[in-house]
C-alpha cells in the first residue's frame, strides 16, 4: 500500500479498507467471498501439539509435586512458557477464523488483513517471551542436573552465558517488536497517524539467532552426557531423552527458511501461515525437551500411574494374543511375564528403569535408587554432579 491511509479523509479510508490487501497476479481474479484455503493443516497439527505438551506438562508436575515435592524455579519458569505458549496458539486460531491459513493477499479486502495484524503482533510477542522462559527454565534445569553443586565449572558459566544471552535478546527484541510503529496501535490500524518502520528484517535475526541458540543448547547438554563415565547404552540412553532438542533445531530451520520467503515476497499473509506453524513446532519441542526428563518419575515412583501403565499394556497384549493366537489361560500369562521382564531389563540396559521397586516378581533388576546410584557414581567421577544432594531419585526420573 503506497498511500498513507491516516491522511486521507474518513470515506476515502473506507473504501481503500474494503479492497484486496495486494494486487493479483497477472490473469488472477481476487476472490474476498470465499477465497481458497489450508485450514486443515493447523486444524490437524495444532491439537497433536496441545496433547503432546499438556501430557508432558501434567506428568512432570504430577512428579514434581507429589513424588519430589519440591518446586525449583525453573518449573514456574516452564509453567509460564507454557502460558504464553497457549495465547500464542490462540492468536493463530484467532487468525484461521480471520482470514483463513495459506490464503493469498489479493483474495483478503485491508480491512481483514488489519484484523490479522493484530493477532499477529500478539502472537509475535508470546513468542519471543514463550522462548525467553523456557530455554532459560531449560538452562537453568541442566545446572542444578549437570554442575556439582557448590563449584563454578566450565559447564555452569557456559549455561549462565547462554542463559544471559538468551534473556537480552528476546528481552531486547519484544522491546524492539512493538515500537516497529509509533503508536502502537498504528501496528494494526493504519488510519491513525503515525510512523511504522520495516520490522520483516527483525524476523530474520530472530529466526538466526533461535537456530544458533538451539543448536548450542543441544551441542552443551550432549557434550555433558558423553563426558560421563558410565558404559555406552546408559550413556545413549541418557542422551536420547535430550535427543528431541534435534526435533527443536529443525523446526527452527522450517521456521528460518519460511523467513525468507517471508521477507522478499509481497504476499507475506500467505507466507506468515507457514512462519507460525514453524513458530509452534519450535516451542512445542522445546517444551518437551524441558519436560522428557521428568516423566518417568511419574511412573517409576507413583504406583497408579503404574498400574495404569500395566494396565494399558496388559489389554494391548491380550487383544493380540486373542487376535493372532489360541493358547492356553496359564500359557498367556507366561507369555505376559516374559515380555514385561524383557521390556524392563532392555529399559534398565539404556539407564532408564521403569521398574516399581515393591513389586516382587522384578526384584531382581535394578531399583531406582542403585540405578541412581550408579550414574551418581559416574558422573562423580568424571567430576560433574547430576543433581542437588536433598534428591533422592534417579537421574532418568527426573532433572
Same mark, same amino acid.
Given at each position: 500500500?503506497?498511500?498513507? &491511509?491516516?491522511?486521507?479523509?474518513?470515506?476515502?479510508? /473506507?473504501?481503500?479498507?474494503?479492497?484486496?490487501?495486494?494486487?493479483?497476479?497477472?490473469?488472477?481474479?481476487?476472490?474476498?467471498?470465499?477465497?481458497?484455503?489450508?485450514?486443515?493443516?493447523?486444524?490437524?497439527?495444532?491439537?497433536?501439539?496441545?496433547?503432546?505438551?499438556?501430557?508432558?506438562?501434567?506428568?512432570? +508436575?504430577?512428579?514434581? *509435586?507429589?513424588?519430589?515435592?519440591?518446586?525449583?524455579?525453573?518449573?514456574?519458569?516452564?509453567?509460564?512458557?507454557?502460558?504464553?505458549?497457549?495465547?500464542?496458539?490462540?492468536?493463530?486460531?484467532? @487468525? @484461521?477464523?480471520?482470514?483463513?491459513?495459506?490464503?493469498?493477499?489479493?483474495?483478503?479486502?485491508?480491512?481483514?488483513?488489519? %484484523?490479522?495484524?493484530?493477532?499477529?503482533?500478539?502472537?509475535?510477542? $508470546?513468542?519471543?517471551? @514463550?522462548?525467553?522462559?523456557?530455554?532459560?527454565?531449560?538452562?537453568?534445569?541442566?545446572?542444578?542436573?549437570?554442575?556439582?553443586?557448590?563449584?563454578?565449572?566450565?559447564?555452569?558459566?557456559? +549455561?549462565?552465558?547462554?542463559?544471559?544471552?538468551?534473556?537480552?535478546?528476546?528481552?531486547?527484541?519484544?522491546?524492539?517488536?512493538?515500537?516497529?510503529? *509509533?503508536?502502537?496501535?498504528?501496528?494494526?490500524?493504519?488510519?491513525?497517524?503515525?510512523? $511504522?518502520? #520495516?520490522?520483516?528484517?527483525?524476523? =530474520?535475526?530472530?529466526?538466526?539467532? #533461535?537456530?544458533?541458540?538451539?543448536?548450542?543448547?543441544?551441542?552443551? !547438554? /550432549?557434550?555433558?552426557?558423553?563426558?560421563?563415565?558410565?558404559?555406552?547404552?546408559?550413556? &545413549?540412553?541418557?542422551?536420547?531423552?535430550?535427543?528431541?532438542?534435534?526435533?527443536? +533445531?529443525?523446526?527452527?530451520?522450517?521456521?528460518?527458511? !519460511?523467513? *525468507?520467503?517471508?521477507?522478499?515476497?509481497?504476499?507475506?499473509?500467505?507466507?506468515?501461515?507457514?512462519?507460525? =506453524?514453524? $513458530?509452534?513446532?519450535?516451542?512445542? $519441542?522445546?517444551?518437551?525437551?524441558?519436560?522428557?526428563? %521428568?516423566?518417568?518419575?511419574?511412573?517409576?515412583?507413583? @504406583?497408579?500411574?503404574?498400574?495404569?501403565?500395566?494396565?494399558?499394556?496388559?489389554?494391548?497384549?491380550?487383544?493380540?494374543?486373542?487376535?493372532?493366537?489360541?493358547?492356553?489361560? %496359564?500359557?498367556?500369562?507366561?507369555?505376559?511375564?516374559?515380555?514385561?521382564?524383557?521390556?524392563?531389563?532392555?529399559?534398565?540396559?539404556? %539407564?532408564?528403569?521403569?521398574?516399581?521397586?515393591?513389586?516382587?516378581?522384578?526384584?531382581?533388576?535394578?531399583?531406582?535408587?542403585?540405578?541412581?546410584?550408579?550414574?551418581?557414581?559416574?558422573?562423580?567421577?568424571?567430576?560433574?554432579?547430576?543433581?542437588?544432594?536433598?534428591?533422592?531419585?534417579?537421574?532418568?526420573?527426573?532433572?
Amino acid at each position: 500500500m503506497s498511500v498513507d &491511509l491516516s491522511t486521507l479523509p474518513p470515506d476515502q479510508q /473506507q473504501d481503500i479498507l474494503d479492497k484486496p490487501a495486494l494486487g493479483a497476479p497477472p490473469g488472477v481474479e481476487s476472490n474476498l467471498a470465499n477465497p481458497s484455503n489450508r485450514n486443515i493443516i493447523p486444524e490437524a497439527v495444532i491439537p497433536i501439539c496441545l496433547v503432546l505438551t499438556t501430557l508432558a506438562i501434567l506428568l512432570r +508436575c504430577y512428579a514434581r *509435586v507429589f513424588v519430589v515435592k519440591k518446586i525449583n524455579v525453573d518449573d514456574i519458569l516452564s509453567l509460564l512458557g507454557f502460558g504464553t505458549y497457549i495465547f500464542y496458539v490462540y492468536s493463530v486460531y484467532h @487468525t @484461521t477464523d480471520t482470514v483463513g491459513f495459506f490464503v493469498h493477499q489479493w483474495d483478503v479486502s485491508l480491512r481483514r488483513v488489519s %484484523g490479522v495484524q493484530h493477532g499477529l503482533q500478539i502472537a509475535a510477542t $508470546c513468542y519471543t517471551i @514463550t522462548l525467553a522462559l523456557l530455554k532459560s527454565a531449560i538452562l537453568l534445569q541442566w545446572i542444578r542436573v549437570f554442575a556439582p553443586q557448590g563449584t563454578r565449572g566450565a559447564f555452569f558459566w557456559t +549455561c549462565h552465558v547462554l542463559l544471559w544471552i538468551n534473556l537480552l535478546f528476546y528481552l531486547s527484541t519484544t522491546v524492539a517488536g512493538n515500537l516497529i510503529c *509509533v503508536p502502537f496501535q498504528r501496528i494494526w490500524d493504519k488510519t491513525v497517524p503515525g510512523v $511504522c518502520y #520495516n520490522g520483516r528484517p527483525l524476523n =530474520m535475526t530472530i529466526g538466526v539467532f #533461535n537456530l544458533a541458540s538451539d543448536i548450542s543448547i543441544l551441542l552443551l !547438554v /550432549q557434550r555433558a552426557i558423553w563426558s560421563l563415565n558410565m558404559s555406552l547404552k546408559r550413556k &545413549l540412553g541418557i542422551a536420547l531423552i535430550f535427543a528431541i532438542g534435534v526435533l527443536a +533445531c529443525a523446526a527452527a530451520a522450517f521456521r528460518l527458511g !519460511v523467513t *525468507v520467503n517471508y521477507m522478499t515476497d509481497p504476499d507475506w499473509l500467505y507466507h506468515v501461515a507457514g512462519l507460525s =506453524m514453524g $513458530c509452534i513446532a519450535e516451542m512445542t $519441542c522445546i517444551l518437551l525437551v524441558y519436560n522428557m526428563p %521428568g516423566i518417568p518419575m511419574a511412573f517409576i515412583e507413583s @504406583t497408579f500411574l503404574s498400574k495404569v501403565l500395566n494396565s494399558l499394556g496388559s489389554s494391548l497384549r491380550s487383544a493380540t494374543r486373542r487376535r493372532n493366537f489360541n493358547t492356553s489361560e %496359564g500359557s498367556a500369562t507366561a507369555a505376559k511375564t516374559a515380555s514385561s521382564e524383557r521390556k524392563h531389563k532392555q529399559m534398565a540396559n539404556y %539407564g532408564i528403569s521403569l521398574v516399581d521397586s515393591h513389586r516382587p516378581d522384578l526384584e531382581h533388576f535394578p531399583s531406582t535408587e542403585q540405578l541412581r546410584g550408579t550414574i551418581h557414581r559416574a558422573v562423580v567421577s568424571t567430576g560433574n554432579s547430576l543433581d542437588d544432594t536433598s534428591r533422592t531419585t534417579q537421574f532418568s526420573a527426573a532433572p
